[in-house]
């Protein structure tokens, strides 16, 4: 039996065989190999050539390739002409080693030149340094905090490094300025968009609200933007400069998603109808170091654009949220993160996998207890008030503490690329972690008490809602902003687990938006506002020695201010000074004794 087994597979393997042999025209070679099988014998028991050994190894490539009409001898003969022409393609036939080396030294030049040109004279540039330098690139992108300076500041004062700007009529709604260090863009709820210097504070140019050619229509909500429009015919809430400082992206109340040339101020492309969003576009960011566009919208969903001058087109959609997307932020990688308004979530997007991570917040509750693991509100002794809103834990001889669950999350930022934090209604600033679904800590009441007095319930205490939020990209520096009147600092603790307040900032009325950069070297030098301290004068005169860290540089606040928010009128805040413009102030380090 065992020999009728085998004789019944290999006619099948024999003609296969024949039939490629036949198709190729090598009769010779292959006749001879293919009348094995017809003898009874094993395949191993031939010989080619008189060696055993080389049959066997033969035979296997033989069967790998036989769908390339070929012989053993062929094969060989093409394997050796293709080592030959991929080592003609590399350099003088260099080895993968030389390689390796020669662009290690090119890498390491021009490191000295990027040195060089900075602050240090050639003759300072040692093996410290450039080893200094090595290591902040290889962090850079590893997509993890490394930068923890937020001891080398003084928070306690107020610096007098401020500049202020006031250029609209009604409510500022975003701000930004550019790496470059040149320009600062702000957007109004009038519709124009103000393009400042950095350096004077002098406003260069306005972009002015569009009246639209089809306004006497009726049913202009709900009718399609006209594409031919060149610019915004409602109010702007969003605004968002590339990396390299190039493109400008503009979105708002009118549907249209715009792209502007920061250099000539002059339209390039808007994104409408069935390439945009279908309601209003609350929020824009670009992945850092790239033209890659996030926008999201009232209509529940995140669209990728690709503004690379060749493409400049429409991407893709990610749906998933269950309410509008108030919030976006993103960093290197291929991900972003937003948040969904009442759906209590945030949303961790991985482009490229296709997938999505779901983080939910709004703190707890016992309907959620029992929703998601039974009773455990019983067992931790937890009770909630009448209106389902406030958290109320029991205890034996202490005072009722209130707690403010959270019923929508409005703002956030990215720290890294796998460390966020989220701010909503209940005043309470979350920090998360891509691999934990719950809160690494939460800093409640972050901005305090709003108080209003009621006639029949006397003084009503409700959180102030965090309204804006921004961190240096992989520092432990943190910003928020609320409408108390201050923009408040906060530091990351060294193993991300927990943050602490470390200074304030006045800033009368609501603040709509916030920005963390870190200027161009002697950017403050060349500035009229933030003329430098003599601190940083000494810091600058200050060894070689003393700054081989290479990372203390001086960083900028960039705030847009108004006295209502951004999204609507039911909050005005006009005492304290609270004006409609935008505010940038300079931190400079402070020098060690």
């Not at 609200?209 to 933007?225: L, Q």
């Amino acid at each position: 039996m065992p020999d009728s087994f085998f004789t019944s597979s290999k006619p099948r393997k024999r003609k296969r065989t024949e039939s490629h042999a036949d198709a190729s025209g090598n009769g010779k070679k292959f006749a001879r190999k293919n009348t094995t099988p017809r003898d009874g014998k094993k395949p191993g028991a031939a010989k080619v050539n008189g060696v055993p050994k080389r049959k066997a190894r033969d035979e296997e490539l033989s069967d790998q390739t036989d769908e390339d009409a070929g012989g053993v001898d062929d094969m060989d003969l093409r394997a050796d002409d293709e080592d030959l022409g991929a080592s003609g393609d590399e350099d003088e036939n260099e080895t993968p080693a030389e390689k390796r080396l020669r662009l290690a030294q090119l890498y390491l030049e021009s490191v000295k030149v990027g040195l060089a040109d900075g602050e240090f004279d050639a003759a300072e540039i040692d093996k410290d340094l450039i080893s200094a330098r090595l290591k902040q690139d290889v962090l850079e992108h590893s997509g993890k905090v490394h930068l923890f300076i937020a001891d080398s500041f003084d928070f306690t004062h107020t610096p007098n490094t401020i500049l202020r700007t006031r250029g609209h009529r009604f409510s500022v709604t975003s701000a930004v300025a550019s790496e470059t260090g040149q320009y600062i863009f702000t957007s109004g709820k009038e519709g124009s968009i103000i393009k400042w210097d950095l350096a004077t504070g002098k406003k260069l140019s306005t972009i002015h609200k569009v009246r639209p050619t089809n306004s006497d229509k009726k049913g202009k909500g709900k009718a399609t933007p006209d594409p031919s429009v060149k610019g915004h015919t409602d109010e702007i809430l969003s605004l968002a400069l590339s990396g390299d400082g190039k493109l400008l992206a503009s979105a708002g109340r009118d549907r249209r998603l715009c792209v502007w040339d920061t250099e000539k101020g002059e339209w390039v492309k808007s994104f409408s109808g069935h390439l945009g969003h279908k309601d209003v576009i609350s929020t824009v960011a670009f992945r850092k170091g790239t033209n890659q566009l996030y926008s999201g919208s009232f209509d529940r969903t995140v669209k990728v654009y690709d503004l690379s001058p060749s493409v400049m087109g429409y991407v893709e959609t990610l749906f998933g949220h269950q309410d509008h997307v108030l919030g976006l932020d993103a960093l290197r990688g291929e991900t972003c993160v937003s948040v969904g308004g009442r759906d209590k979530t945030v949303r961790y997007w991985k482009i490229v996998d296709e997938t999505q991570l779901v983080f939910r917040g709004g703190g707890r509750s016992r309907v959620r207890e029992v929703l998601e693991g039974g009773l455990r509100g019983d067992d931790e002794g937890d009770d909630v008030d009448a209106d389902g809103m406030e958290l109320i834990p029991k205890a034996k001889d202490r005072e009722r503490e209130k707690k403010f669950v959270e019923g929508s999350i409005e703002c956030l930022a990215m720290i890294d690329d796998t460390t966020f934090l989220s701010g909503g209604d209940s005043g309470s600033i979350c920090l998360w972690n891509s691999l934990k679904k719950k809160p690494i800590f939460t800093q409640a009441l972050a901005h305090g008490f709003n108080e209003v007095l009621s006639e029949s319930e006397g003084i009503i205490q409700t959180p102030r809602w965090i309204t804006a939020l921004a961190s240096l990209r992989y520092s432990d520096l943190i910003v928020s902003g609320s409408w108390e009147g201050d923009i408040r600092i906060w530091k990351l603790d060294s193993k991300l687990k927990s943050f602490s307040l470390v200074g304030k900032i006045p800033a009368p009325g609501v603040v709509n938006s916030l920005q963390l950069l870190t200027p161009p070297k002697g950017f403050l030098e060349t500035t009229t506002w933030a003329s430098q301290s003599p601190q940083a004068v000494s810091e600058s005169s200050a060894p070689s020695t003393k700054r081989r860290e290479l990372e203390v540089n001086p960083f900028v606040i960039v705030a847009g201010l108004g006295q209502e928010h951004k999204l609507g009128r039911w909050l005005s805040v006009k005492e304290g000074g609270a004006v409609n413009g935008s505010m940038v102030v300079a931190f400079s380090p402070r020098t060690s004794d």
